[in-house]
């Protein structure tokens, strides 16, 4: 099979290889290899296992290699705003630690009075989050992190990807959005803000667009996968939203996408950033697109808690049926409704008892359940995507006239009904695999093998 894209896409729980074609505007996905995505906690800190990632990739790309395929290009994208160091030779400084580090607590909060977040936001679009890199960042400056006086370049994972399979160190655009250190309008590096942290300037480097060729692959590269030395890496929308919101179709005005996944993400794609005081306050981040839009969006807790829960339940030896989950859940009639985004569930060590000490703690009534828990997860769910469009309504011209789910989570039925019961407006779900489509359009983009992203009639 001539022409494949081979779409590497690596999200929170897990990553996989895709690969694809297109023929007469007929897309062809097939799921190569799927890995698992760990978590590693180890002394203080809990870390991506990034070794062990970037091997899962080259088995993927090699068992394309083996059911004959025959790759043209490769495109990568990860989750957000984490991040590798390398030094001039370089060698990755450390592992990547993951968001979920406690590194960044109360950080925002110590480098930011009042005035200066409203400054900041109208500069750098985003919603100030404790994940974020330009956090991570303050946490190793202010403990004088070893990493950072070495370091020679500062790459998000997708960019460290790409780096030991080409050899050429770039920084796509819709990832280093995530950062929090890019100017919304300019879309380059807010050098002042860097400065601001103490950090050097070479850290950051050349900021490529989706679309364009991150580089080749190095020739032991191809030996050892197989592959031509023709292959090259393109940069996609490497940040996974960016990728999977390219996957949601065009056509219609007043749209929002929902990405459902670990992390739920509702918004609207926009031409130019809303950097208004409303727009920040309602929690709304303006992150890089492909095509130089702009995703108007809200980070919500996504299916993170349920993941939990079934990866708990199951060491505790209890049920963990996906079906038998959803059918409990949907007879069981608790009404309680918890705040999805509270800090007490973004990585509790016990998931269930997070979710009963909330409920305790506002007078709710405690689920008693598996099934109880579940409802009690999704219906919180729905009802903050319903708080999100509300919001969104107050922010845009016009209100958003239809959601449309992307992305693994749109195959949960029963919070796509919750959902599509609360929202009042039509609800519409998939593509599942969205942040592999968006991921593979902008390749077949940059090979001019389709002119514009509505070229696709199907997908198979
Ligand atoms: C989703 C995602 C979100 C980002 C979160 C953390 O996988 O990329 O967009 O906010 O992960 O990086």
């Not at 509702?266 to 890089?288: M, Q, W």
């Amino acid at each position: 099979m001539n022409n494949t894209y081979l779409a590497v896409d690596f999200g929170g729980g897990s990553g996989r290889v895709m690969a694809a074609s297109i023929h007469r505007g007929i897309l062809k996905l097939e799921e190569i290899y799927r890995f698992p995505n760990r978590q590693v906690r180890m002394g203080n800190h809990i870390y991506w296992d990034f070794l062990a990632l970037f091997e899962e990739m080259k088995t993927g790309i090699r068992q394309a290699v083996r059911r004959g395929y025959s790759v043209r290009s490769i495109g990568i994208d990860t989750w957000g705003v984490d991040f590798g160091l390398i030094d001039k030779e370089g060698n990755l400084l450390g592992n990547p630690v993951c968001y979920r580090d406690s590194r960044t607590d109360g950080l925002p909060e110590e480098f930011f009075d009042g005035p200066a977040l409203s400054a900041h936001y109208a500069e750098t679009g985003i919603q100030v989050m404790a994940i974020n890199t330009l956090f991570q960042l303050y946490s190793m400056q202010k403990k004088g992190d070893a990493q950072l006086e070495v370091a020679d370049r500062l790459l998000f994972m997708p960019d460290l990807f790409s780096y030991y399979l080409t050899g050429v160190p770039n920084n796509e655009y819709c990832i280093a959005s995530t950062s929090e250190l890019l100017d919304a309008r300019t879309r380059t590096w807010n050098r002042t803000l860097i400065e601001s942290l103490g950090l050097r300037q070479s850290l950051f480097g050349e900021i490529v667009m989706p679309g364009t060729v991150r580089g080749k692959l190095k020739k032991e590269i191809c030996e050892e996968l197989g592959v031509s030395e023709e292959v090259e890496v393109i940069a996609v929308g490497s940040h996974d939203t960016s990728s999977a919101v390219f996957a949601v179709p065009e056509a219609g005005k007043n749209r929002a996408f929902l990405s459902s996944g670990t992390w739920s993400l509702l918004g609207v794609e926009l031409d130019e950033p809303i950097l208004s005081e409303e727009a920040r306050k309602a929690g709304f981040t303006n992150e890089g697109g492909v095509g130089g839009k702009i995703r108007f969006l809200q980070n919500i807790t996504g299916l993170w808690m349920l993941q939990r829960l079934i990866a708990q339940w199951k060491e505790e030896g209890k049920e963990t049926d996906y079906e038998y989950l959803m059918t409990t859940a949907e007879k069981s009639e608790i009404t309680s409704v918890i705040d999805v985004d509270d800090k007490a569930f973004q990585s509790p060590m016990d998931m269930e008892a997070a979710i009963a000490g909330y409920c305790r703690k506002h007078g709710y009534q405690v689920p008693a359940s598996q099934g109880e828990c579940v409802r009690c997860v999704l219906q919180s769910l729905a009802q903050r995507y319903k708080q999100g469009i509300e919001q969104l309504n107050r922010l845009l011209p016009a209100p958003v006239e239809q959601l449309h789910i992307v992305g693994g989570g749109c195959r949960n039925h029963l919070l796509n009904r919750l959902t599509s019961e609360v929202v009042g407006i039509p609800v519409y779900a998939g593509p599942v695999e969205a942040t592999a489509i968006g991921n593979i359009l902008v390749q077949a983009l940059a090979a001019g093998e389709i002119k514009d992203r509505n070229e696709i009639k199907e997908i198979i």
